[in-house]
């Protein structure tokens, strides 16, 4: 499968972000990581519905939603109207999980699950042939800007594994500390969507971008 790079502006600086989104698409980048914290599921807040819906009218990149906020079933139809693609939301966020996907999936968006760090993959096997894409986390979600920690890479394989035999069209995303060191281990262990923060954001961005989307054509 093709590997799709998947920047997250959580570490950009927000007044430039149309100027951003435009090098990340002269750069190529097929999708846009966009982190919503909520103050409760992580003690961070960032943006939310009318920042996307500005997004979303100045690009045409698939907008890949990771919502980091308690009982995201509230919020589906709104994000919907902002113009989300696809909402990923926390298996540790959700009272009824089951819900939640059949929700997102009625709005016509594509859904996602994420687990933390501290959460076994193996939880997501009962809902793998309900949804599009697994998210596993390589940081405790909240903050970009911190580092990979490995034990992701074992996640990734097993979720690679699973989807083999049950859904071999299943989207594997890692976020969080994803850098040219590691994203090459990340690709290897199955995750075919890789989000990437400061990596890009802390530097030239179009650069970075081109430099990123050159190596996962080659990974
Ligand atoms: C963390 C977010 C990530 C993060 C990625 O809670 O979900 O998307 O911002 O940024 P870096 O690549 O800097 O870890
Ligand atoms: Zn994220």
């Not at 405790?140 to 911190?146: K, L």
């Not at 049950?166 to 075919?192: F, Q, R, S, T």
Request: overall charge negative; hydrophobic content about 45%; glycine content about 6%.
């Amino acid at each position: 499968m093709k590997k799709i790079l998947s920047p997250s502006v959580l570490s950009s600086d927000f007044v430039y972000t149309a100027d951003n989104i435009r090098f990340l698409e002269e750069a190529g980048v097929p999708w846009l990581h966009l982190d919503v914290m909520d103050g409760m599921f992580v003690p961070n807040i960032s943006f939310g519905p009318p920042v996307i819906e500005s997004i979303r009218k100045a690009t045409k990149m698939f907008l890949d939603v990771h919502l980091m906020i308690t009982e995201p079933i509230r919020y589906a139809e709104m994000f919907r109207s902002a113009g989300a693609d696809m909402l990923t939301v926390h298996y540790e966020a959700c009272e009824d999980l089951g819900k939640t996907i059949e929700k997102i999936r009625s709005l016509g968006m594509k859904v996602g699950v994420a687990v933390s760090p501290d959460t076994p993959a193996n939880v997501l096997d009962p809902y793998i042939e309900t949804i599009d894409m697994v998210l596993i986390m390589s940081v405790v979600p909240g903050f970009g800007g911190q580092s990979f920690m490995p034990i992701a890479l074992d996640k990734l394989a097993y979720i690679n594994e699973l989807a083999k035999e049950k859904h071999p069209e299943l989207l594997i995303e890692v976020d969080g500390g994803v850098n040219m060191k590691n994203i090459e281990d990340c690709a290897v262990a199955g995750a075919n969507v890789l989000v990437v923060g400061s990596a890009i954001f802390d530097n030239d961005i179009k650069s970075c971008a081109e430099a990123f989307m050159k190596k996962l054509s080659e990974v």
